[in-house]
């Protein structure tokens, strides 16, 4: 199934128009490194930082072929932000563009992380610090908000898209169980009560 997703969109990926095929490749990759530079907490939350970059400001992607990006790359195995950089770059630039797309997500990581544990690492308890990361926790946690706040403002727009989202989190959130049921949970009841969709 997740085959078939991936081969759909290297289908679509052969249907871009040509204004999408010519974006150069450099721009891609400082475009990713960036986005990888100034984010924190993974895939879901530097998710509206790529729409921002990718679809309102630049328009090398549609809004609606983003969403559906993004909900693949969570289904997809692996880290999101690399899934999502993976398939946008693909789209944007064929194999060099996701090459070049993963490495602008995963370099800033890697260097922060080497500068860290090889400068950084005794100071980690100190006050300071320790409030720095709160700080950065609470962060995280608003930009998880708002990228639900965007999604859910594109998706939920009839009562199915609602019944379909609220079965997840009760699966998930009330019942307690492993995400990977929501995730099933959810995709069977949506094939259900969304046969336009299939």
Known sequence: MVKNMISNNNIRCNELDKEEKNIPLLDIFWT??????????????????????????????????????????????????????????????????????????????????????????????????????????????????FASFVFSRRLLRRWPHFIVCATGILVIGVFGMHPIFGLIAASLLGYWLCPGKK
């Open 32 to 145: 990713f490194f960036r986005i990888g530079l100034l984010t924190l907490g993974g895939g879901l939350a530097m998710s509206p930082v790529m729409r921002h970059e990718l679809v309102i400001k630049r328009h090398w992607v549609k809004d609606s072929d983003f969403c559906s990006i993004v909900a693949l790359a969570t289904v997809i195995p692996g880290a999101i932000a690399v899934n999502i950089a993976y398939l946008l770059g693909q789209r944007l630039g064929g194999k060099r563009g996701l090459i070049l797309a993963i490495l602008g997500v995963i370099l800033p990581s890697f260097i922060i992380i080497l500068f860290i544990v090889t400068i950084l690492f005794p100071f980690f308890y100190h006050p300071t610090v320790v409030n720095f990361l709160r700080g950065c926790a609470i962060a995280v946690l608003g930009q998880l908000g």
